[in-house]
């Protein structure tokens, strides 16, 4: 669909960034919502600057003379005199130019070279160099390197995939749909990852397995076809150390592994979303941009046909200014789709991250699988929360209840032993001091310790469901109740001078008791606190309770993991669960654009819950939805003007 577009006049004193709570199914009257909303889109962009297309200095960075660090430099590579024989000889230039050093060789200084999603290179600089660097003809853009943060046996079936009928049966699981991972590494002797019954990767694809000292090319196979790592240590490898990657890769991808779940708990068949499509991993060890441009460059260099990027910036930033989405819209460009998580920052308004419009944006909500237990109060009432504790208890020995800040400075013997410990936690509260916070593993290795009787963890938050649930309460008597439970308890201990209650657990999964999806706590939301007319996120997906596949050593040496897989939650998990679908939607349509791809997602998204009532956001993403209404407005992207004279297509070669 083709738009004809009004010039607009540019407005000042205003800046870029989103999220939503967003649309209905396309009836007529949502369609007439949706044009409305995809004009919005061809709007946002006008009240962004008056000035140039992109500054050659990074806006939030503040160039310092010293010590050095790490700059990405944005280049037009058209720019390049013809006297170099190759883009790196004229970089190697313009380092050698603008940052002498007593060096015989200034192309080793080069950290990363962009070649296909964007051009231009990684170096060292100190900051006056990085200056003189941004004057040199044919710099679009100097961008001070920065850290980003990592933001299923049930998931496929929540959202309707069945092997008999839908969109498994029409597209044959994905096979041989590659999706690549920007992530934390992979652990290739999971389960999810053998390739049974999975054919060749295509002639076309150019990726590789590396092969570095604990990871051998030979783990690679029909189903693992590529594993990077963009590290700057002496032997960069993929290997998944931390879990996340391997976790994201398996739940859009991993193949059938049976009879699988935390000890008794969500067992059965796990799969990923498209379980036949194949797996590229590009490890990013700092998770900095430089790092990450890097990896979506080999990405689109090596023919994937799907980016999932379960990774976000804590600051919004204009879009132009921001490199990863200029890498991602050099990657829409060229036919790959790129999906990314929406942020963990909810349920505070106007958190949302990653929200470009070529960026398909995931939101994290429930699914109907509990694990259900209970606080039963000296008064009588019964409070229903969750548990992974393996021991059953029918709640008949009652302790004495004490809220603590759950600190490890506050968890001693004195305030706990042979109490129920009650943590109350804000679900934006990143707590007082991240290195005495009690929190996970520390917490439970810190309150065993002490002697406390149990755990009980209060989300604060009215928009809290009951999504407060950590694996590692399968060791310790530990229960997870939401904002209403949590009330209700606050509200006893209140009121009790001396108050009690008894654990119990039912050591039981419980599937369809309850409404589902909601948005889960800590989603990041809208509206987009820069523009807000451009809707985010776009779609939600499962994002609390995943399980999904995990590194056998991984975790605390202290307390064991559950063998190789395990639960988590967060923006994270959702957004792997869209690249699956969006697999499967390629496999179907090879020759949809990644716009079109995001506006079936869009469209086809369910809007209402189990219970039938309306779903905030989007909805819930329908791998079995048919396209209502496909768009393609890739091109209306590129007509509109960003400032006067300029275009999205700028943002990769100045003109």
């Not at 999220?19 to 061809?42: D, V, Y």
């Not at 990684?122 to 003189?132: F, H, I, K, M, S």
């Not at 030979?218 to 150390?241: E, H, Q």
Request: proline letters at 7%.
């Amino acid at each position: 669909m083709n738009w004809a577009l009004p010039v607009y006049k540019p407005l000042t004193g205003h800046t870029f960034f989103h999220t939503t709570e967003l649309t209905h199914p396309p009836t007529m009257a949502s369609i007439n919502t949706r044009l409305l909303r995809h004009l919005a889109l061809f709007l946002f962009l006008a009240p962004l600057t008056d000035s140039s297309l992109a500054p050659k200095i990074n806006s939030q960075s503040t160039f310092k003379s010293q010590p050095s660090s790490i700059y990405i430099v944005h280049a037009n590579h058209l720019a390049k005199p013809s006297h170099f024989a190759t883009l790196g000889h004229w970089y190697t230039s313009i380092v050698a130019t603008q940052s002498p050093r007593p060096v015989a060789d200034h192309f080793t200084r080069i950290l990363y070279t962009y070649d296909t999603v964007m051009h231009g290179f990684a170096v060292q600089l100190t900051g006056d160099e990085a200056q003189r660097m941004s004057d040199a003809v044919g710099v679009l853009g100097v961008y001070e390197d920065k850290p980003l943060r990592l933001l299923t046996t049930r998931s496929p079936g929540f959202l309707g995939l069945d092997p008999q009928f839908g969109a498994w049966r029409d597209t044959d699981s994905g096979d041989g749909v590659i999706i690549g991972f920007v992530d934390s590494g992979i652990w290739p002797e999971s389960p999810s990852f053998n390739d049974s019954g999975l054919g060749p990767v295509r002639p076309s694809w150019r990726g590789k397995c590396v092969d570095a000292g604990n990871f051998n090319a030979s783990l690679c196979n029909n189903k693992l076809v590529g594993a990077k790592a963009f590290t700057a240590g002496p032997m960069p490898s993929p290997r998944d150390w931390y879990g996340h990657g391997t976790h994201v890769a398996s739940t859009a991808a991993g193949s059938e592994v049976r009879d699988i779940g935390i000890d008794m708990f969500a067992r059965g068949t796990a799969r990923g979303v498209a379980p036949k499509a194949k797996v590229a991993m590009y490890m990013v060890s700092s998770l900095s941009t430089s790092q990450i441009a890097a990896a979506i460059d080999a990405a689109v260099k090596d023919g994937v046909d799907i980016i999932s990027i379960s990774i976000a910036d804590d600051v919004p930033t204009p879009f132009y200014n921001d490199i990863v989405s200029i890498a991602v819209f050099g990657a829409e460009r060229a036919g790959v789709f790129v999906v990314l998580a929406g942020g963990n920052e909810g349920p505070k308004a106007s958190t949302v991250k990653n929200a470009a419009p070529w960026m398909t944006t995931v939101a994290a909500g429930t699914v109907d699988r509990l694990f259900p237990a209970s606080l039963n109060l000296g008064d009588g009432t019964v409070l229903i929360g969750q548990s992974l504790y393996t021991m059953k208890a029918n709640g008949t020995n009652m302790v004495p209840l004490v809220i603590n800040p759950c600190l490890k400075k506050t968890l001693t013997p004195d305030q706990i032993m042979g109490k129920i410990v009650v943590c109350i936690f804000s679900s934006e509260d990143k707590g007082e001091d991240d290195d005495d916070q009690g929190q996970g593993v520390d917490i439970v290795e810190t309150m065993q310790r002490a002697g406390a009787a149990g755990i009980v963890s209060v989300l604060t938050s009215s928009w809290s469901p009951d999504d407060a649930l950590a694996d590692d309460t399968a060791i310790f008597p530990c229960l997870g109740l939401g904002y209403a439970a949590g009330k209700k308890l606050r509200a006893y201990m209140a009121s009790e001078p001396y108050p009690v209650a008894s654990l119990s657990f039912a050591c039981e999964t419980v599937i369809g008791a309850n409404r589902a999806p909601m948005v889960a706590s800590f989603s990041s939301r809208g509206p987009n606190p820069v523009v807000s007319e451009l809707l985010k996120p776009d779609v939600i997906a499962p994002g609390v309770n995943i399980l999904a596949a995990s590194p056998g050593d991984a975790g605390s040496q202290d307390i064991p993991r559950n063998g190789t897989y395990q639960l988590d939650g967060g923006t994270s998990m959702a957004t792997p669960h869209v690249a699956g679908v969006a697999a499967l939607i390629k496999k179907k349509h090879s020759d949809w654009t990644p716009a079109m791809i995001r506006s079936a997602l869009i469209t086809t998204a369910a809007t209402l819950d189990n219970t039938g009532r309306e779903i905030l956001d989007n909805g819930l993403v329908d791998p079995n939805g048919n396209a209502k209404l496909i768009e393609d407005p890739a091109e209306d992207f590129d007509n509109y003007p960003l400032s006067p004279g300029s275009r999205p297509s700028h943002l990769l070669n100045g003109h």
